[in-house]
């Protein structure tokens, strides 16, 4: 018996569709009212992202060629967690040398989402990273394409209102700092 009324019951589970970086997923599930159906949903690793500002207050930002949508996107370092990251702090250190080549004197948790819950399984875990400067060389993945620019979180902000800054990972991040620190 559901500890919710409004709790699904699994019956089966299976993948239906497998490729790098996430799996397609068929519940077949009993609904509150008895109806049985199925389910799909995207499973995927969780992931870190990153809010990375230079020791002047910029903020560390990429432009990436994104195939979904078939433009480039701008916004913050991030990254799937690997089977073995037991620490977010050091996978989002890790993702954001990858991506940029920069590398934070300190990284703090800003929070956790699960973006888009009713079809992917995935939380973002957010971090901001301070005392970021280009020490380090990017390591891109072979199906990365990522250009490295500053720019102020004022801006960042304001883009995010405005509609013009498109990717929720980042406008998330962006948000919650500004709300959290006034900006």
């Not at 934070?104 to 929070?111: I, P, T």
Request: charged share 30%; hydrophobic share 35%.
């Amino acid at each position: 018996m559901p500890d919710d009324p409004l709790e699904w019951t699994t019956l089966d589970s299976a993948i239906d569709y497998s490729c790098p970086g996430f799996d397609v997923q068929r519940d077949d599930v009993r609904l509150p009212d008895g109806t049985e159906t199925e389910f799909h949903s995207v499973t995927e690793p969780d992931s870190v992202v990153v809010l990375p500002f230079t020791p002047e207050g910029d903020v560390v930002v990429i432009e990436e060629w994104r195939q979904a949508v078939k433009r480039v996107n701008r916004g913050l370092p991030a990254g799937g967690l690997e089977p073995d990251d037991d620490d977010l702090a050091a996978a989002a250190r890790r993702e954001l040398t990858e991506e940029t080549g920069y590398e934070a004197d300190g990284v703090e948790f800003l929070c956790s989402y699960e973006p888009a819950n009713g079809l992917f399984s995935t939380t973002f875990h957010y971090f901001v990273a301070r005392g970021c400067e280009p020490t380090a060389e990017q390591t891109l993945d072979f199906n990365e394409s990522i250009r490295v620019r500053e720019a102020s979180v004022s801006d960042l902000r304001e883009a995010c209102l405005a509609g013009d800054l498109r990717d929720g990972r980042s406008a998330i991040a962006i948000m919650q700092y500004a709300l959290r620190h006034g900006e």
